[in-house]
Structure formats: C-alpha cells, structure tokens
C-alpha cells in the first residue's frame, strides 16, 4: 500500500498547522479521495472512510454556524474522534474553538489554507493522485524527443546512457537515466521520474557520473515526463528477425497500461540517437492517424489493382 504523509501536503500545498502535536509529520495519508464532511456534520456517519482528508469550506462553517453551542461541539466532536489523517479549513477562515481542542484531543491535524476549497481541492487531489498512483522502478533511460516521452530500456552497457546523452547534446531532455520510477497515474497514463538522489545525473562509462544540468543548463532536464514510447535497445543477434515494415504495432505491458514499444538491435556504426528521433516522430504521426507502413501498402494494392484491371 502506497502513503504520502502530512508533512508531505504541508510543504508541497503551503498549508498553515493551526495546533502543535507531535508527530503530525510522520501521519499517513493513504486514501487518494477527499470527503467535504457534509452530512457527517449532522451525524451520518454510514459509508463513512476514515482515510480520507477532511474539507471544511465555506459551506460547512456556514452550516456549524447555524448551530446552537452544544450541537456544534457534538458534531465537531463526533468528526475529530473518528481516526481521520487531517482536516483542513480552507479560505484562510477562522476555526471555531472547538476545532483546536479536539484537534489537540484526538490528535488530529488541523490545518489551514488561504486557496479557495474548489481550487485547494484540485491541487490537492493532483498532488495525492501522483504521490499514491501505483509505482514500479525499471531500469532504463527516460528522455523527452520532440514531446514524446521515450523509455529506453535495455541490458546494462548496451548504450542508453550515451544514446540520451547525444539527445541532449541534439537539443532534447533527459528525465532520468538508470533507474525510473514509473507511475500509473491515470487508467491510460504512465508518468516517468528519477529518483531523487541521481535526478539530473547521467552515468558514461570511462568518464563516471555527469550534471546535465550543469553541463548543458536547465533547459535539458526535467523532473517527469509521460511515457509515450518504450524503445528496447538489444546486441544485434546473428539470424533474428527484426520489423521492417512496421505494418503491425507491437506493445509492451507496464503496470496493466499497454505501451507502443519497438526493438532496436544496436551494433557499431548505428546511429541510435537518430533512430531514437524517428522513432519518436513516428510514434506521434501514428497516434495523429497516419502509418507509412500501411500507407505503402495501399498503394501497392491500388497499383496492383490498376495492373490487373489493365490486363483483363
């Protein structure tokens, strides 16, 4: 099971600590859903998560309000005892007392924002969708070539590193080399980032490890990236087969997401970073309808046809 923490939406969503209680940091948040605790203010509480981070807007201080002194403390209270990750006050309001007293009671955050809820909202859930997406770490190179996020996978020393290396070098973004961490953040969507402590660092062998960023400037890194393509680079193998007319469209299977991928067999003299580039523009052509492979092969049957219409 994938978490984020507290601390974790404190820094990432600027978020104001109304209360002081120990630990708040460390407090898991492993429910991606939000819940406006609407109803829950008036004592349903069936179908109720508990995991999920707790809203309060403008509506409903505006329905506490309407509260005698006694039915707000209850209602309050019954939403703090339950073992919520946090609650947030959003549009910089002013909580009611009792909101910091059973926060400190129950030892539940409350927190504030100065964003509006419909805004906060959409941030936050952006944020908890990337941080709680299901995750895998695939060794290969992740590059950005003319808007196409291309995974280049391959055993080690079969040249990914240098293939990205000569990308940038043409103009195009490296997003991370050796490891990925791939996140399915959508049913159709796999985002790609570095791990942290090599983010921006690219290892060539003879020369050790190198700072894109620092070398080639900002311009040619980038935290994540989508994966459009998966480009497997493998030794040439004496009497393989390999696609030459790309007429049929191959996929490779990342976290339940089919991903368009194509095999390319690497051996001296071969341009990979050029390879790399068609290949990329042809994956963006085919996704905007057009394949040349298929292309060719009607105009070969429409000249065919003409042929044999000629010889009857």
Known sequence: MFYTTVGKIIKELNLECLTEISGIEERKIKDMNLNRPALQL??????FDEQRVQIIGISEMAYLKTMTPSQRRNAIERLFQRNIPCVIITSNQEPFEEFLEFSKKYGVPLLR?????TRFMTNLSTFLTHELAPR?????????VYGEGVLMLGESGVGKSETALELVKRGHILVADDAVEIRKVSEKTLVGEAPEIIRHLIEIRGIGILDVKNLFGVGCVKESERI?????????KQGKEYERLGLHDQYIEILGIKVPTVVIPVRPGRNLA???EVAAMNNRQKKMGYNA????TERLQKQMSRKGNGAE
């Not at 008036?42 to 179908?47: P, S």
């Not at 924002?113 to 809820?117: A, F, G, K």
């Not at 895998?136 to 950005?144: F, K, W």
């Open 42 to 47: 008036m004592g349903f509480f069936e179908y």
């Open 228 to 236: 459009d393509l998966v480009i497997q680079l493998e030794t040439w």
């Open 113 to 117: 924002t100065q964003e509006v809820t």
């Open 274 to 276: 050029i390879i790399v």
């Open 136 to 144: 895998i770490t695939r060794h290969g190179t992740l590059v950005n």
């Open 293 to 296: 492979a298929k292309a060719l």
